[in-house]
Structures are given as C-alpha cells and as structure tokens.
C-alpha cells in the first residue's frame, strides 16, 4: 500500500470529485508498539487509462481498535477524501472483524449511492485466499519440509560447509548454477523455492550423510517424492500470485479465470491416485468459501472482456459445477442484467434532477415576473411518463447487453488492451462502458506486492516504524512513481505486463527477522 504525499494530496482530492465511483483497497497492518494502521488505495476511474493512482493515504487508529473505533475511522477518512458518496467496493481480508466492519460500514454509508445498494460492497483479497489455501495444503507435509529445511540451514550455515557441499555436488555430478536458499517461514513462496532447489541436489545429501558426521538432517526418500509431488502443484499457484501482485496491476477481468482455473485442477487432484495429492487437494477445498468463483463483480467482469463474454463462464462452470451448471451461468446473465438496470436507474435519476433543477429555475424566474397560478393538475401524469421512460430504460438496458452478447467475440491477442476498447467503443454501449469503467477497476489485492505471499499479519518494518508519517508516505508513493518508470524491464505474461513482484529489500529483512 501506499501513501500520497502531503505536497500532492490536494489535487488528487479535487479531481476526484469528478469520479462516479472508487473502488476502495483495505490493509491493516501493526507497528512494533501494537498500534493498527489502516492503508487505503483508491483507483480514480477517469484516470485508469492513465494508470496513476491516487488517494494514497495511511490512517493510524490508537487503542481501543473495536469494529465500531474502526469504521468510524474509515468513514471519516472517506469523508475526508470527498468519496464517501462515490465508494463501489472495498477489498480487504475476509475474517469475521471484517465482515463486521462491512456491515456497520453500510449503515454509516449511503448505500443508495452503492451498484446494488451496497450488496457488492464487500470483495475479498484474493492474496489472502490464495495463502490460506496454500497454507492448508502445505500442513499436509510440514514434517517433510521441516527435514528438508533442516539438510539446507546445515549446509548454508557457514562458507566451508558451502563450499563443501558444492564440491560433493561436482562429484555426483549435478550442475550447482542454482544456490540453495533457506525460506522464510511466513513466506510459503520462498519455502516452494527452497524446495525447488533443494530437489535438484536431492542425490548430493546422500553422500554428504557418508561424508560429514555431524550432518543428521538426511531427508527420507518419502520426504522427496512428497517434495516433488507438492511443489509440481505449488507451481499453479506461485504463477497466479505473482500475476496478481504485481506492480502493474492487472484488471479485475483475468481473476474469474485464473481462480476457475485452480478450482479445476483441485477436482482433478482430489482423483489423483497419489493419497497425498488427494488429502491435499481435500484440505484446500474443505472450506467452499474460498470457491464461490461466482461473485457477482467477479463473474460481470468476465462477461465485460469482448473475448469471452458469456462463453468463458458456461466452459468453466460445466467443468466445476457438472448438473447445476446451468444455474449458476444463468444466475451470472441475471447480475449482468441487475447492475445495468441499477446503472441505468441511477443515470435516469441523475438526468431527472438535473431537468427538475432547470424546471425550477425556469419557474422562479417566471414567478418573478409574473403572479400567474402554476396548475398542479397534472403533477400525477407527469409521474406517470416517469414510471413508463423508466420501464422502457429496463426493455431498451436489457436489448443493448442481449446485443452486446451477440455479437462475435474478438480474438485473444497478447496486447488487447480492454480499457481501450471499451473507451472507443462507449458510443455504441454507454452504460456498459460506466459499468466497465467501474468494474474493470477493481482491486483483487490490497497487499503489497512484497507481502503477497505471506501467511503472516503485516508487521511494519521497524526501521521504517521510526519515520515520520510524512516521510513514509513520500516514500512510499516515489517508490510507485520509480517502478512504474521501469516498464521496458517488465516481463509480459499472458498478455499482461508485471514488474518483479517481490521486493528485494523487505524479503531480505523478513529472512533475518524470521531467524
């Protein structure tokens, strides 16, 4: 998360105050004193196509931190920020303070401003799904990680041993380009890692068991092939992880896919002969939670992409759901249906108050000039036009996605960049492209993307803990300004662009502090 610094802060206020809507990130993160912090990052819509973020704000909540302290806090900031009235989502961790929070949250917002009345309001942080996931299936072998972690904290404890092991690795022989790493407990991606090189140089540990006395670390021939077995899978999910949590953030559009992806594999793994792949894949989807791939927002954005549209959703959930799938695509095409009906309303209702302002205005200055009657008799006709424009706006709303549905969907090329398209194509679908604007823009992240793979709570650094809040917030939002002037380094995959997603400097001070 990231802070905008004083100097700056201003002007993102003010132009925000032409936004319809803000998807809101959440993060709580502690000092080394205790104290909760809440970081809040919010993506201005009529800036995407720009990337620049704004709202970039740390808010520090002194004890007592109830669910009530908390939301006051946050009401207030939002308030601050002139957004309360524009807020869409906010994505935070799904826990039971939380969901808490949500709730009391939507009694002090006005939710009549919210898509759905606040019923999307609350999206969860797919960082802190997918650790817990892992997190299940990791307990499955702990004993097998933990002597493997012991063999490579033996071996990387001094130069001598090092370079010992090196050499008894020459002899096997095995090709020694790749180190081995010690991982850091709260970090399952660097326990994959470790497990990843140490697998390479699983037929050295043998011989160095012969070799060196002291060494009673050796791993079971058990312990690698459940190494092997576990790290083929942990792949899926580092790969997904580092898409989502990198610098340049993907729209919310790629998350209905990556997460349907990982919920067929599961089912496949749940069939594997292996029993340990089978109690794995059963400890990840014991709590279904995890896996209702079809959130409203989720499943909308998928049918907002003009190279899936509704087809992506049918190919996935015949896969996960077999019999009920048509429920569920139905219940999809009915979100669809609902939030262009309540974007509809609510432009409806804009443009009435706008006319009923003029209306006005016109009636006052004739009353000014005039001491004419104004005839009230048919003040219940004129309700009656409204209440029929509005039910043609729902007919004319539901033929323009039925037309949008039907036509052919575009080929999927590496660099569709889908902001654009609907940016040009917004005179043909004018309410798809509001909703596309707001959606597409929503955080499916609120962690850093240094903490993306910890199962831990954030704890701030405590060097950084001593800064002033102006100076964190200065150097935090520079650090954004420096990684985004760094695109030509960026990897492309699957058609999007990440920077590295794991910051050397932090990974390197968790590794100390852990040990």
Aim: proline share 3%; glycine share 2%; aromatic share 8%.
């Amino acid at each position: 998360m990231e802070s905008q610094s004083e100097d700056t802060s201003q002007p993102s206020v003010r132009e925000s105050n032409n936004v319809t809507e803000s998807n809101t990130g959440i993060e709580m993160s502690k000092d080394i004193s205790d104290r909760v912090e809440i970081e809040k990052t919010s993506e201005d819509n009529s800036k995407r196509e720009r990337k620049a973020w704004n709202h970039f704000k740390r808010v520090k909540v002194e004890a007592p931190r109830t669910v009530e302290v908390l939301v006051d806090t946050l009401v207030e900031a939002l308030m601050d920020w002139n957004i309360d009235r524009k807020v869409s989502t906010i994505t935070i961790d799904n826990c039971t303070t939380n969901d808490a929070m949500i709730n009391h949250l939507l009694q002090k917002l006005p939710t009549k401003d919210m898509p759905l009345d606040g019923k999307v309001l609350h999206m969860c942080c797919c960082a802190h799904i997918l650790n817990l996931i892992v997190k299940d299936g990791l307990d499955i072998i702990s004993s097998s990680i933990e002597r493997i972690r012991d063999s490579v904290i033996y071996w990387t404890a001094s130069p001598s041993r090092v370079e010992k092991f090196e050499e008894t690795a020459r002899q096997v022989p095995v090709n020694c380009s790749k180190k081995l790493c010690l991982d850091c407990k709260i970090r399952w991606n660097s326990t994959y890692l470790m497990l990843e090189t140490a697998i390479i140089y699983k037929d050295v540990f043998p011989h160095l068991n012969v070799r060196e006395k002291n060494y009673k670390s050796l791993p079971a021939e058990e312990d690698w092939v459940n190494a092997i077995e576990i790290c083929g899978k942990l792949k899926l999910f580092h790969q997904v992880t580092e898409m989502f949590s990198g610098t340049l953030y993907p729209t919310s559009n790629f998350y209905f896919q990556k997460i349907c992806d990982i919920k067929v594999k599961l089912d496949e793994w749940v069939k594997s002969p292996n029993t340990l792949i089978q109690d794995m894949a059963l400890s990840m989807l014991r709590n279904d939670k995890y896996w209702e791939v079809c959130h409203i927002l989720m499943g909308v954005a998928v049918v907002l992409d003009p190279r899936y549209k509704m087809s992506l959703v049918e190919f996935f959930f015949r896969k996960i759901y077999h019999e009920s799938a048509r429920f569920k695509i139905d219940e999809v095409r009915q979100n669809c249906y609902d939030l262009l009906f309540d974007y509809q309303s609510k432009c409806c209702t804009l443009n009435e108050s706008s006319s009923s302002i003029g209306s006005l205005e016109n009636t006052m200055s004739s009353d000014v000039h005039s001491n004419v009657n104004v005839d009230d008799s048919l003040d219940e006709f004129e309700q009656f036009v409204v209440s029929k424009t509005f039910g043609a706006t729902n007919l004319s709303a539901t033929s323009v996605l039925d037309m949008y549905l039907k036509e052919s969907l575009l080929p999927r090329g590496r660099d569709f960049d889908i902001l654009n398209w609907w940016k040009t194509n917004g005179v043909k679908f004018p309410t798809l492209q509001k909703m596309a604007r707001d959606i597409l823009a929503i955080h499916v992240y609120t962690v850093a993307s240094e903490s993306a793979f910890s199962s831990s709570g954030k704890l701030i650094n405590p060097h950084r803990n001593r800064f002033h809040h102006t100076t964190v917030e200065a150097l935090m939002c520079s650090h954004r300004w420096l990684w985004n002037e760094t695109n030509d380094s960026c990897s492309t995959s699957d058609g999007i662009k990440t920077c590295p997603s794991i910051l050397d400097e932090e990974d390197g001070q968790d590794d100390r502090d852990s040990k």
